[in-house]
């Protein structure tokens, strides 16, 4: 869903925050090869991800492995050029015994997801967020074409990331 405000002083006591660097390494046919750099308080973690897009529009994990910061460092110098940097904050919490992740995009753009289950298959959108549209069919949401249209931004610029030593 994209979600227009937010009323953070209700959503932060339910809620865990990390930040989430994202690059995408490689794309290509239905493959996206991407690493991800999840700081939560002073806990850093990196990971590696693979996924394939299905023909639904859906994303399926092939592979995914935790990685150390020089493999991630080693990993970033080969990055896709067509890309730009993800950089968000993530809110994920439990509503009405579903579980929610809001993504806060660096340049204000907010996403909620909620995973729905068999179980609990009705949405209840919480109260505290307001809800624009769901986009959930809309490709342009996706991580990855955020990631492009923000390089197109840039109008042909070398990208800075600031994960990179110089």
Same mark, same amino acid.
């Given at each position: !869903?994209?979600?227009?405000?937010?009323?953070?002083?209700?959503? @932060?006591? @339910?809620?865990?925050? &990390? +930040?989430?660097?994202?690059?995408?390494?490689?794309? $290509?046919? +239905?493959? $996206?090869?991407?690493? %991800?750099?999840?700081?939560?308080?002073?806990?850093?973690?990196?990971?590696?991800?693979?996924?394939? %897009? #299905?023909? =639904?529009?859906?994303? *399926?994990?092939?592979?995914?492995?935790?990685? +150390? #910061?020089?493999?991630?460092?080693?990993?970033?110098?080969?990055?896709?050029?067509?890309? $730009?940097?993800?950089? *968000?904050? %993530?809110?994920?919490?439990?509503?009405?015994?579903?579980?929610?992740?809001?993504? &806060?995009?660096?340049?204000?753009? @907010?996403?909620?997801?909620?995973? &729905?289950? *068999?179980? =609990?298959?009705?949405?209840?959108?919480?109260? !505290? /967020?307001?809800? /624009? $549209?769901?986009?959930? +069919? =809309?490709?342009?949401?996706?991580? /990855?074409?955020?990631?492009?249209?923000?390089?197109?931004?840039?109008?042909?610029?070398?990208? /800075?990331?600031?994960? %990179?030593?110089?």
């Amino acid at each position: !869903f994209l979600v227009e405000k937010v009323d953070f002083e209700e959503l @932060m006591p @339910m809620s865990t925050k &990390v +930040d989430i660097t994202q690059d995408y390494i490689k794309v $290509e046919n +239905d493959y $996206e090869y991407r690493v %991800r750099k999840i700081t939560q308080d002073n806990n850093v973690s990196y990971h590696f991800n693979v996924q394939k %897009r #299905e023909n =639904n529009g859906t994303r *399926k994990v092939i592979s995914e492995r935790t990685l +150390d #910061e020089r493999s991630y460092e080693a990993l970033l110098i080969h990055d896709e050029d067509l890309y $730009e940097t993800v950089n *968000k904050s %993530r809110y994920s919490f439990v509503y009405a015994d579903q579980y929610y992740k809001l993504d &806060v995009f660096d340049d204000g753009l @907010m996403l909620l997801e909620v995973n &729905v289950t *068999k179980e =609990n298959p009705e949405i209840t959108l919480p109260k !505290f /967020i307001n809800i /624009i $549209e769901e986009v959930t +069919d =809309n490709y342009e949401y996706s991580n /990855i074409a955020i990631a492009r249209r923000r390089k197109k931004t840039t109008y042909g610029k070398r990208k /800075i990331n600031s994960n %990179r030593r110089n």
